[in-house]
């Protein structure tokens, strides 16, 4: 006797999921595109494989289930109880893997040609070891609960995530506990951010290290960096970055980074030191902020908006800066003139002006320029020594007021001496400038003389320039960097 069902209306759903026991495939190609939770073993004899809806399985991802494999393609969710060994368990790497989907296993090792990553690489317990010749982060999240390591060629980020080490609540205690992880970053060739909008955000809670300064190098601007630090502990910081001065040189194609947070806990320290002993390294941050670990939430990087920046002194007890390291920065939330007499090895730079570190003014000549941001700020500094700083200056970059010239005669080789006196903004770089006629153009100003007030404080100088020839009219004029510095 035969039963024939005829479906009206079908509306059924699965109530059950279906266990596979054992999965053997062998093809060239593999293209999974079904839900496969799989209990006992799994053998995808294949060098391309592609999964588009679900794998699961308990394990290892390694050779042994994957033993040609030279493309992997994820874009639906691949899991597993034990590690990822993604070529890092045979001689050869594998060619190419690209994620879209999510990975996630217990800990994962990468030995790839090229490797991209566009959705999610979770590491459940250890970390996340990737060795490629390129690494493509766009739009990609990495988590590990302890190290990460990226060592390519050339590494590529925008709009990307990687939370390194974890800060979860205990559900016993209900206090937070900080799995350490350190994030280790080493690019031979070339080391790209997307520029000044690319909207990285790299968390670690054991230090961040930048092993060398790739060959082609350029800068992370649109890269924010946040070190959360433990109770209690030390973390290590160091950076490959040119020592290049208090210059904005120094944010000039030189790992230099867009913004840098420390965030603290009860009594932890961040050390910043150079790669190792024998080189003098730097780090160019253009916006450096020290919090609480309480203002920020340290997986998406978001800051409480009614957050509070440490004072200075706050500062000099959690930041300790080894010998042949300097942390230059353009601007922070905290008195960067009260951090620069602080903490040995911080040094503003004042004189940079980035997309994250300035803002648009208009000068009493009804011209705009951009100036530093913590500068113009400032409660501190007079920048063109008028008596008001610039914080209460309605037109705090005011041109130099010569208050007295005088005539010293002739010296010896028959030269004219005269004496310039004007009151001199601190640390700020000054040229004397003359021309021979009012009436000549712009360019033909030309610099006599170059003046550098290195002290800490405002104060009447009485310069002497020489004229260098024996023109009967002199026009004198004086300039200063906005920024203080020679650059
Ligand atoms: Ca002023
Ligand atoms: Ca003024």
């Not at 253009?286 to 920046?309: A, H, M, R, T, W």
């Not at 041109?399 to 010296?411: F, H, L, M, P, R």
């Amino acid at each position: 006797m035969t039963f024939h069902v005829m479906m009206v209306e079908n509306a059924m759903t699965s109530v059950q999921q279906t266990l596979i026991e054992n999965l053997i495939t062998s093809n060239t190609n593999v293209i999974n595109s079904d839900p496969l939770r799989i209990r006992n073993s799994i053998l995808i004899d294949a060098e391309r494989f592609v999964n588009n809806n679900l794998v699961t399985f308990s394990g290892d991802f390694s050779v042994e289930q994957f033993p040609n494999l030279e493309v992997l393609e994820n874009n639906g969710d691949l899991n597993f109880t034990a590690s990822g060994l993604f070529g890092s368990d045979r001689p050869d790497p594998i060619d190419k893997i690209s994620n879209s989907g999510t990975i996630l296993g217990s800990t994962h090792f990468f030995n790839v040609g090229e490797f991209s990553n566009r959705g999610l690489i979770q590491s459940s317990i250890g970390r996340i070891d990737v060795q490629a010749t390129s690494v493509d982060l766009d739009s990609g999240v990495l988590q590990a609960t302890a190290d990460i390591t990226i060592k390519a060629d050339d590494i590529r980020l925008e709009n990307t995530i990687i939370n390194t080490g974890a800060i979860r609540l205990d559900p016993f205690t209900n206090i937070e506990r900080v799995y350490p992880g350190a994030l280790i970053l080493d690019a031979a060739k070339s080391f790209q951010d997307g520029g000044f909008s690319a909207g990285n955000i790299i968390t670690a809670t054991d230090g961040i290290h930048l092993l060398r300064l790739p060959t082609t190098p350029s800068d992370l601007p649109g890269t924010h960096f946040i070190s959360a630090a433990p109770r209690f502990a030390e973390v290590k910081h160091s950076w490959a970055s040119r020592d290049r001065g208090s210059s904005s040189l120094g944010f000039e194609d030189n790992m230099s980074i867009g913004q840098f947070t420390l965030a603290k806990e009860f009594d932890s320290l961040f050390t910043f030191k150079s790669v190792d002993e024998e080189q003098i390294n730097a780090i160019y941050i253009e916006s450096l902020n020290f919090i609480d670990q309480d203002d920020i939430d340290f997986g998406s990087g978001e800051v409480s908006p009614d957050i509070e920046f440490l004072t200075a002194e706050e500062v000099a007890d959690i930041l300790n800066i080894e010998e042949n390291m300097t942390v230059y920065f353009a601007t922070s939330g905290t008195s960067p003139e009260e951090l620069e007499n602080m903490v040995d090895g911080l040094v503003w730079v004042k004189s940079y002006a980035g997309p994250n570190s300035s803002k648009r003014i208009t000068l009493s000549d009804g011209s705009t320029t951009r100036v530093n941001l913590s500068l113009v700020e400032s409660l501190v500094s007079d920048s063109d020594a008028d008596g008001q700083v610039n914080g209460e200056d309605d037109f705090p970059f005011d041109g130099v007021q010569i208050s007295g010239i005088t005539d010293e005669g002739v010296n010896e080789l028959g030269q004219r001496l005269v004496n310039l006196t004007f009151t001199a903004a601190a640390k700020t770089f000054y040229s004397i400038e003359r021309n021979v006629m009012l009436t000549t153009t712009e360019n033909q100003w030309e610099t006599i003389e170059v003046f550098n007030h290195d002290s800490a404080e405002n104060a009447l100088v009485t310069q002497q320039i020489i004229l260098p020839d024996d023109s009967p009219e002199n026009f004198l004029r004086i300039n200063y960097n906005i920024g203080g510095g020679l650059q």
